[in-house]
């Protein structure tokens, strides 16, 4: 617990300077942004000086000095202009690659990460900060070299430009900045701890919406929408209530500062007009002066609002900074080479593992699959079947023992040469948005479409395929909710067939299908497996009979091995499963 909150008061700490890494691709770019935010504030002083000039040229009556001034000014709003789109432009520009940056780093590196942090991680949360929190952070970046610095090189010119007029008038306007600053300061804290709490609700508003949508034929079947609208208005006033607090922590600010602005600015006026009266200063330099007071009155209330935003955008960098900070264990070793080719053997030498501490999932765990070899997984569930495949591909690594194919550590090598070359067939396949062909070739940039139909063919889906609107070419919408659960197997298949491994793995792949489903899925299946090594998960003991070797897994161990016959004349624990499966 100790260790967490070091962890998160770390965070809180040094957040933006940890952004600073983002900045440097984009020196060039701020830097002549910085030249155009510079031009453009020293034109504030050089205009409240053109104000005070054409003040002294009305007063004596010069229209022709006046006519010259107002050129000038012309000219130089103009240069402003051109000087402002230039640092607008740029900074935005800078601004926009940074978020995509951060955003671009955020997720491959949550790609890196262990399965189980995507298990106890809530996926709307993940996305809002990959979006929301992200962008924010883009925003105030943009917002800090557009506004926040100009004001600040403001503030200074324009001080040193009323320095430069009275410095005691200049004295008595800057008495009330130290309690405006130390009151921006205290609201700012405030907003930012109010942000975090706006931030969380938000978040777990974005999950639920997620976790619906994604259960949305469950609602339906439980006749649950009200109980769901409910949960969500619920969790929709959390979010009004902790946004509502911080806006009203903003709605106080405003007006406490800008009494203190206004009676600032109170005191200025009585103090030139006696400073006018003892003849220290002229009419022309005091109207010069208010220019300067003017020109200041827009940059306080800026950074008034640039700091509360600033605050408010530190907890959304706090929670993407904190996605870097989780640190994967499973990795690869330093310039670990490439797994080469492989025949399939399989060897699980006295692996132990636990998903959590004390709670032994496999104990001391060897067995070996030859290549080729056929090898059923059967046993009840929590067993270790599949935590076994899990570890072969390295979504986990186990706490004792080792792995190896082939003779190598599947630790020794890299993770994409490791799983490259062993495939899955899952209980519930998974379809990503985009056509039949880039579901088949997933995970290719660029494919061969004969490869694919060929591979289609195999899998006992080229004939639904061509059937479908654009063949190939077909859609497929989130999920593949379009398509059949026995259409999605084979494609699976499809899958596999297209990326040739030696090692096969089939996680319950036909249990939920209907049986002329099931029949065409087992059948592309018969296809796949000669040659290749295969583990398969079975619940149906109707799909592991063929194989060369069953294993019986209770508590972590193998308790029984042997093919289907040898292992129903045992009596033992599979002939258990066989008759309560099939009631005899």
Request: proline share 3%; aromatic share 8%; charged share 20%.
């Amino acid at each position: 617990m100790g260790k967490g909150n070091q962890a998160t008061e770390s965070v809180k700490r040094s957040t933006y300077w940890q952004l600073l890494a983002y900045l440097r691709p984009q020196t060039a770019t701020i830097a002549v942004a910085t030249v155009c935010t510079i031009g453009f504030v020293l034109s504030m002083p050089l205009l409240a000086h053109l104000a005070q000039l054409i003040a002294d040229y009305v007063g004596r009556g010069d229209v022709q000095g006046i006519s010259r001034l107002v050129g000038v000014t012309v000219l130089v709003f103009l240069v402003r202009g051109l000087l402002q789109y230039g640092q607008d432009s740029l900074m935005a520009q800078a601004a926009l690659r940074i978020g995509m940056d951060v955003r671009n780093r955020v997720y491959a590196h949550l790609h890196t990460l262990n399965l189980d942090y995507f298990e106890t991680s809530r996926t709307g949360d993940l996305s809002y900060r990959l979006t929301e929190d992200v962008d924010r952070i883009g925003e105030v970046i943009n917002k800090f070299f557009h506004q926040f610095v100009p004001c600040v090189l403001q503030l200074i010119a324009v001080l040193a430009y009323m320095v430069y007029l009275n410095w005691q008038l200049t004295l008595a306007t800057l008495l009330v900045a130290p309690v405006i600053g130390l009151l921006i300061g205290w609201f700012g804290n405030r907003l930012l701890a109010l942000s975090r709490r706006s931030q969380s609700r938000i978040s777990d508003l974005s999950s639920l919406l997620t976790e619906v949508f994604s259960g949305v034929r469950l609602v339906r079947a439980f006749a649950a929408e009200d109980y769901e609208v409910r949960r969500f208005k619920y969790q929709a006033e959390r979010n009004r209530r902790a946004k509502y607090s911080a806006e009203q922590v903003k709605a106080i600010q405003y007006p406490v500062v800008g009494f203190l602005e206004a009676m600032g600015a109170l005191l200025v006026f009585w103090l030139g007009s006696w400073q006018i009266a003892q003849g220290n200063l002229t009419g022309s330099q005091f109207v010069g002066f208010i220019a300067g007071i003017a020109l200041l009155m827009d940059p306080i209330n800026l950074l008034t609002s640039n700091f509360n935003e600033l605050k408010q955008a530190e907890a959304s960098a706090d929670r993407v900074i904190e996605l870097l900070q989780v640190q994967p264990t499973v990795t690869e070793q330093p310039q670990a080479p490439d797994l080469p080719p492989i025949t399939g053997k399989v060897e699980f030498c006295q692996v132990g593992f636990s998903y959590a501490l004390g709670q032994p999932v496999l104990e001391n765990l060897s067995l070996r699959v030859m290549p080729g070899e056929v090898v059923a997984l059967v046993g009840s569930s929590g067993a270790g079947k599949s935590t076994l495949v899990n570890l072969l591909l390295r979504f986990y690594d186990p706490q004792a023992g080792q792995i190896l194919i082939d003779g190598v550590d599947v630790r020794s090598v890299t993770l994409r040469s490791l799983r490259r070359q062993i495939g899955i067939v899952p209980q519930e396949t998974i379809l990503f948005t985009g056509t039949i062909a880039q579901n088949i070739a997933f995970g290719q940039d660029s494919f061969d479409l004969q490869k694919v139909q060929e591979a289609a063919q195999i899998a006992n889906a080229h004939d639904f395929i061509s059937a479908l609107p654009q063949s190939y070419e077909t859609w497929v919408g989130e999920r593949g909710v379009n398509l059949s659960g026995g259409q999605r197997q084979r494609l699976a298949i499809a899958r596999a067939v297209l990326l040739d491994p030696r090692i096969l793995i089939l996680d319950e792949a036909t249990s939920s299908l209907d049986a002329e489903s099931e029949a065409l899925v087992q059948e592309a299946l018969t296809r796949l497996m000669p040659g290749r090594t295969v583990l398969v998960i079975a619940h149906r003991l109707t799909t592991v009979r063929n194989a060369d070797r069953i294993l019986v897994l209770e508590r972590g161990h193998v308790v029984e091995s042997g093919n289907h016959e040898e292992l129903m004349a045992q009596e033992g624990r599979y002939a258990q499963f066989h008759a309560r499966q099939f009631q005899l």
